[in-house]
């Protein structure tokens, strides 16, 4: 019940800005994660929001780069993506968790079903 959009073909350097909404969730009252996941790979934790103060947490590998955030009047949490990387090639995707931010997929409850982000020149 998690949708991911925004996903897409970008330049090295470029921006894409995903979003992840819910028909059936407030995700105002959950950790949103986001994930990325390359074929023969791990899925790997990018980016978190907590739902009580709006914290946010990022990998080494993207911080200074990308910003998380939400729009509690839309039901949407967003991953701006700057300074896009060929290897931040992957399908994106966002998750939920009761019990708070984390990078690792098995506490997350609810997953979407994935965007694709293409960086390449």
């Known amino acids: 019940q998690l949708v991911e959009s925004g996903g897409g073909l970008v330049q090295p350097g470029g921006s894409l800005r995903l979003s992840c909404g819910s028909s059936g969730f407030r995700l105002d009252v959950y950790a949103i994660g986001w994930f990325r996941q390359v074929p023969g790979k791990e899925r790997e934790g990018v980016s978190c929001i907590s739902s009580r103060n709006g914290d946010t947490s990022y990998a080494d590998s993207v911080k200074g780069r990308f910003t998380v955030s939400r729009d509690n009047a839309k039901n949407t949490v967003y991953l701006q993506m700057n300074s896009l990387k060929p290897e931040d090639t992957a399908v994106y995707y966002c998750?939920?968790?009761?019990?708070?931010?984390?990078?690792?997929?098995?506490?997350?409850?609810?997953w979407g079903q994935g965007t694709q982000v293409t960086v390449s020149s």
């Open positions: 998750a939920l968790a009761y019990y708070g931010c984390s990078f690792y997929p098995r506490q997350f409850d609810s």
